[in-house]
Nanobody
Framework: QVQLVESGGGLVQAGGSLRLSCTASGRAFSNYYMGWFRQAPGKEREFAAAISWSGGNRYYADSVKGRFTISRDNAKNMVFLQMQSLKPDDTAVYYC??????????????????WGQGTQVTVSS
C-alpha cells in the first residue's frame, strides 16, 4: 500500500505560478512511476504529467508542455509539479498517482494503482 497526500494548491491569477507537492508513505517510493492528473468541473480526469522511477523520463500533456515541470525526490518520497504561466483553463482538482507496471501507458488512468485525495487549483482571469 502507498498513501499519497497532495499539497500546494490554491488561488492564483492568470500568469502566476504554483508548486504542487505529493508526499508518499508506505512501500518503497522508488518502485513507482508517478503521474499528475487533473479534473475540471464537469469533465473527466485527464493526464497532465508523468515521471519514471528514477526521474530520467518525463512526459507532458500537450496542454501543459512548456509550462509545467514534473520532478521527484526519491530520498524524500516526494513528487512535484511546478506550474507556470497558469491559465484559467488550468483550474481543476489535481491528483498525484503511483503506478508500478506499465509506464509506457503513462497517460492511462487505469495504469495507476494509488491516488491522492487531490488539491484544488483555481486560476482567476
Amino acid at each position: 500500500q502507498v498513501q499519497l497526500v497532495e499539497s500546494g494548491g490554491g488561488l492564483v491569477q492568470a500568469g502566476g505560478s504554483l508548486r504542487l507537492s505529493c508526499t508518499a508513505s508506505g512501500r518503497a517510493f522508488s518502485n513507482y512511476y508517478m503521474g499528475w492528473f487533473r479534473q475540471a468541473p464537469g469533465k473527466e480526469r485527464e493526464f497532465a504529467a508523468a515521471i519514471s522511477w528514477s526521474g530520467g523520463n518525463r512526459y507532458y500533456a500537450d496542454s501543459v508542455k512548456g509550462r509545467f515541470t514534473i520532478s521527484r525526490d526519491n530520498a524524500k518520497n516526494m513528487v512535484f509539479l511546478q506550474m507556470q504561466s497558469l491559465k484559467p483553463d488550468d483550474t481543476a482538482v489535481y491528483y498525484c498517482a503511483a503506478g508500478s507496471e506499465r509506464f509506457y501507458n503513462y497517460r492511462d488512468i487505469s495504469e495507476y494503482d494509488y491516488w491522492g485525495q487531490g488539491t484544488q487549483v483555481t486560476v482567476s482571469s
